[in-house]
C-alpha cells in the first residue's frame, strides 16, 4: 500500500473503483500529515497513520457517493470572532427594543392626553348642559303670548285667480272699455261700404282711402260721430271714478281694521308683559322708612368698638369674629356693664318709638278703611242708577212691543181686499230668480238677490220699459178692484148702520 501510493504524483488523489460504477476525477487536495510523511520518504508510518489514512478515504468515498446530501465542510471560526458577532447582535436587539419601549412611552403619554381632553370635554358638555336645563326650567316657568284675536288671512291662490278672471270679464264689459274716438266710429260705419266697392282691397289701402274720406269730410257731418264718443267718454270716466272710489274706500277701510288690530295686539302684549314681570320677580317686602329701627345688643357694641382695632393687625373678618366671641366671654361684669347699660336705653327708646309708629299706622289704616267705604258707597250709588236706566230702556221696549202687537190685532187685514202689484223690479227679479236657480241649484240667497240687481242695472231703458208697462197696467187693474171694494164696503157699512 505504502509502495503504490508512493509511486502516484503529489497532488492527485487514489480513487477506490466499484464493479458497474463510473468514477470522477477526484480534485486535487492538500496532503494530510501521513501522506507528507510517506512523500517525503519517512520508511515507517506509525499505525495511527495508517488509521487516520483509513479514516480520510473513507470520508472521500463518502463525498463522492453522496455530494448532495453532505454539505461542504465549513471553514473553522474562531471562537473569540463568533462571541464578539453575538454580542453585537444582542446589543443591536436590545437598541431595536429600547426604541420599541420609547416609542410605546411616548404613545401611551398620547393616550393619556387624549383620555384628559375627552374628560375635560365631557365635563365641560355637563355643565353646559346644566346650564341649557337652567334655562330651559326658566323658559318653561315663562307663559307663552297668546293674543285672543283673529287675524286677517292672507288672500288665498283661488281669490287671486277669481280676482284675475272679474278683471277679464270688466275688460269684456263694454261699460269698461275705453270709448273710441269720431274717426273710428266713422271708419267702423264706412268699412262695410268701401269692402263692397273694392273687394279685393286690402286693410292699408281701405284705411287709406277712408283716412283721405275723413279729411274732406265737413263739421257737421263729423259732429254726430264727435258727440257720440263724448257721450261714451263721459259715461266712461263717470264707470272709472266709480270704481276708484270704492278701491279707494276699501284700502281706508283696510288700513283701519290693520291699526285697529295693531292697537289691539300692543295692548294685550304689554299687559301679558306686566303679568310675566310681575310672576318672575321676587317679591320682597318694602321697608317702611318710617319705622324705627332695632338696637344694637351690648356684644355688637363691644364688637364695633374693638373691630377696627383688630382689623388693623392684618386679621380675616373670620378670625376677628372668632377672637371677639372669646374676648367678650372673657370680658368681666365690671367691663360689660357700660355697654349694657348703652344697649338697655336704646332698647327704651326703640319701644316708645314703636308705640308711636304703631299709633300712626292704625291711623293711616283707619283712614283708608273710611275712604274705601266711601268709594264703595259711591260706586254703589253709580251701579243703581245704570240699572235704574237700564230697567227703563227694558220697560220701554215691552211697552212698545205689547203697543205694536195691540195694533196688530186691531189692524186685522180683510182677506178679500186687493192686493198692491209688484213694481217692475220685482216682477223682474221672480222671472230671472227661477232662471238663476235653473242655472245655479246651490247658489246662497244673498248671492242670487246681488246678482238681479247687477242684471236689473245692466239692463237698457228699452228692456226696463216692458217691465215698467207691466208694473203700471197691474197697477190700473189694482186701482179698479180697490175702487169697488171700496163702494161695497161703503154699501155694507150702510146697510148695517140702524140710523140709515
Given at each position: 500500500m505504502?509502495?503504490?501510493?508512493?509511486?502516484?504524483?503529489?497532488?492527485?488523489?487514489?480513487?477506490?473503483?466499484?464493479?458497474?460504477?463510473?468514477?470522477?476525477?477526484?480534485?486535487p487536495?492538500k496532503?494530510?500529515?501521513?501522506?507528507?510523511?510517506?512523500?517525503?520518504g519517512?520508511?515507517?508510518p506509525?499505525p495511527?497513520?495508517?488509521?487516520?489514512?483509513g479514516?480520510?478515504?473513507q470520508?472521500?468515498?463518502?463525498?463522492?457517493?453522496?455530494?448532495k446530501?453532505?454539505?461542504p465542510?465549513?471553514?473553522?471560526?474562531?471562537?473569540?470572532?463568533?462571541f464578539?458577532?453575538?454580542?453585537?447582535?444582542?446589543?443591536?436587539?436590545l437598541?431595536?427594543?429600547?426604541?420599541?419601549?420609547?416609542?410605546?412611552?411616548e404613545?401611551l403619554?398620547?393616550?393619556?392626553?387624549?383620555l384628559k381632553?375627552?374628560?375635560?370635554?365631557?365635563?365641560?358638555?355637563?355643565?353646559e348642559?346644566?346650564?341649557?336645563?337652567?334655562?330651559?326650567?326658566?323658559?318653561?316657568?315663562l307663559?307663552?303670548f297668546?293674543?285672543?284675536?283673529?287675524f286677517?288671512?292672507?288672500?288665498?291662490?283661488?281669490?287671486?285667480?277669481?280676482?284675475?278672471?272679474?278683471?277679464?270679464?270688466?275688460?269684456?264689459?263694454?261699460?269698461?272699455?275705453k270709448?273710441?274716438p269720431?274717426?273710428?266710429?266713422?271708419?267702423?260705419?264706412?268699412?262695410?261700404e268701401?269692402?263692397?266697392?273694392?273687394?279685393?282691397?286690402?286693410?292699408?289701402?281701405?284705411s287709406?282711402?277712408?283716412?283721405?274720406?275723413?279729411?274732406?269730410?265737413?263739421?257737421?257731418?263729423?259732429?254726430?260721430?264727435?258727440?257720440?264718443?263724448?257721450?261714451?267718454?263721459?259715461s266712461?270716466?263717470?264707470?272709472?271714478?266709480?270704481?276708484?272710489?270704492?278701491k279707494?274706500?276699501?284700502?281706508?277701510?283696510?288700513?283701519?281694521?290693520?291699526?285697529?288690530?295693531a292697537?289691539e295686539?300692543?295692548?294685550?302684549?304689554l299687559q301679558?308683559?306686566?303679568?310675566?314681570?310681575?310672576?318672575?320677580?321676587?317679591?320682597r317686602?318694602?321697608?317702611?322708612?318710617?319705622?324705627?329701627?332695632?338696637?344694637?345688643?351690648?356684644?355688637?357694641?363691644?364688637?364695633?368698638?374693638?373691630?377696627?382695632?383688630?382689623?388693623?393687625?392684618?386679621?380675616n373678618?373670620?378670625?376677628?369674629s372668632?377672637?371677639?366671641?372669646?374676648?367678650?366671654?372673657?370680658?368681666?361684669?365690671?367691663?360689660?356693664a357700660?355697654?349694657?347699660?348703652?344697649?338697655?336705653k336704646q332698647?327704651?327708646?326703640?319701644?316708645?318709638?314703636?308705640?308711636?309708629?304703631?299709633?300712626?299706622?292704625?291711623?293711616?289704616?283707619?283712614?283708608?278703611?273710611?275712604?274705601?267705604?266711601e268709594?264703595?258707597?259711591?260706586?254703589?250709588?253709580?251701579?243703581?242708577?245704570?240699572?235704574?236706566?237700564?230697567e227703563?230702556?227694558?220697560?220701554?221696549?215691552k211697552?212698545?212691543?205689547?203697543?205694536?202687537?195691540?195694533?196688530?190685532?186691531?189692524?186685522?187685514?180683510?182677506?178679500n181686499?186687493?192686493?198692491k202689484?209688484?213694481?217692475?223690479?220685482l216682477?223682474?227679479?221672480?222671472?230671472?230668480?227661477?232662471?238663476?236657480l235653473?242655472e245655479?241649484?246651490?247658489?246662497?240667497?244673498?248671492?242670487?238677490?246681488?246678482?238681479?240687481?247687477?242684471?236689473?242695472?245692466?239692463?237698457?231703458?228699452?228692456e226696463?220699459q216692458?217691465?215698467?208697462?207691466?208694473?203700471?197696467?197691474a197697477?190700473?187693474?189694482?186701482?179698479?178692484?180697490?175702487?169697488?171694494?171700496?163702494?161695497?164696503?161703503?154699501?155694507?157699512?150702510?146697510?148695517?148702520?140702524?140710523?140709515?
Amino acid at each position: 500500500m505504502a509502495n503504490a501510493t508512493a509511486n502516484m504524483p503529489k497532488d492527485v488523489e487514489v480513487i477506490p473503483t466499484k464493479k458497474g460504477r463510473t468514477r470522477k476525477p477526484l480534485k486535487p487536495r492538500k496532503p494530510s500529515e501521513n501522506e507528507g510523511n510517506i512523500l517525503a520518504g519517512n520508511p515507517s508510518p506509525s499505525p495511527q497513520a495508517f488509521a487516520d489514512a483509513g479514516k480520510e478515504n473513507q470520508d472521500g468515498l463518502r463525498l463522492l457517493l453522496s455530494p448532495k446530501k453532505t454539505k461542504p465542510a465549513s471553514k473553522t471560526k474562531n471562537p473569540k470572532q463568533t462571541f464578539n458577532d453575538e454580542l453585537q447582535e444582542m446589543q443591536e436587539k436590545l437598541q431595536k427594543m429600547r426604541l420599541e419601549k420609547e416609542k410605546t412611552e411616548e404613545l401611551l403619554k398620547e393616550r393619556d392626553e387624549m383620555l384628559k381632553r375627552k374628560e375635560e370635554e365631557l365635563e365641560n358638555r355637563g355643565k353646559e348642559q346644566e346650564k341649557l336645563q337652567l334655562e330651559l326650567k326658566k323658559l318653561q316657568k315663562l307663559k307663552e303670548f297668546k293674543p285672543t284675536m283673529s287675524f286677517p288671512l292672507v288672500k288665498s291662490l283661488r281669490e287671486k285667480e277669481e280676482e284675475r278672471k272679474d278683471k277679464k270679464k270688466k275688460k269684456a264689459c263694454p261699460e269698461n272699455k275705453k270709448p273710441s274716438p269720431a274717426y273710428i266710429l266713422w271708419c267702423k260705419d264706412q268699412w262695410n261700404e268701401v269692402k263692397k266697392e273694392k273687394p279685393d282691397a286690402d286693410f292699408k289701402e281701405i284705411s287709406n282711402i277712408l283716412g283721405g274720406k275723413w279729411k274732406n269730410l265737413s263739421a257737421e257731418e263729423k259732429k254726430p260721430y264727435e258727440e257720440k264718443y263724448q257721450a261714451d267718454k263721459e259715461s266712461y270716466l263717470q264707470v272709472v271714478g266709480k270704481e276708484k272710489r270704492e278701491k279707494e274706500a276699501l284700502n281706508l277701510l283696510e288700513e283701519e281694521q290693520k291699526q285697529k288690530m295693531a292697537m289691539e295686539l300692543l295692548e294685550q302684549y304689554l299687559q301679558f308683559k306686566q303679568e310675566a314681570d310681575k310672576e318672575n320677580k321676587k317679591t320682597r317686602k318694602e321697608r317702611d322708612p318710617l319705622k324705627p329701627k332695632q338696637p344694637l345688643t351690648a356684644f355688637f357694641l363691644y364688637s364695633n368698638e374693638r373691630r377696627v382695632a383688630l382689623l388693623t393687625e392684618n386679621k380675616n373678618v373670620l378670625e376677628v369674629s372668632k377672637l371677639l366671641g372669646e374676648e367678650w366671654k372673657n370680658l368681666s361684669e365690671e367691663k360689660r356693664a357700660p355697654y349694657e347699660e348703652i344697649a338697655k336705653k336704646q332698647r327704651e327708646d326703640y319701644l316708645q318709638q314703636m308705640e308711636l309708629y304703631k299709633q300712626k299706622k292704625n291711623e293711616e289704616t283707619a283712614a283708608l278703611q273710611k275712604e274705601d267705604e266711601e268709594q264703595r258707597k259711591v260706586q254703589k250709588q253709580e251701579a243703581l242708577q245704570l240699572l235704574k236706566k237700564k230697567e227703563k230702556t227694558e220697560n220701554i221696549v215691552k211697552k212698545t212691543k205689547e203697543k205694536r202687537k195691540k195694533q196688530k190685532e186691531m189692524r186685522k187685514v180683510d182677506p178679500n181686499k186687493p192686493k198692491k202689484p209688484a213694481t217692475s223690479f220685482l216682477l223682474f227679479s221672480k222671472e230671472t230668480r227661477k232662471e238663476l236657480l235653473e242655472e245655479r241649484p246651490g247658489i246662497n240667497n244673498s248671492t242670487l238677490s246681488a246678482l238681479i240687481s247687477v242684471k236689473w242695472k245692466e239692463l237698457n231703458q228699452a228692456e226696463k220699459q216692458i217691465w215698467n208697462d207691466k208694473a203700471s197696467k197691474a197697477m190700473v187693474a189694482y186701482k179698479k178692484e180697490l175702487e169697488e171694494y171700496n163702494n161695497k164696503t161703503a154699501v155694507a157699512v150702510d146697510c148695517s148702520d140702524p140710523h140709515s
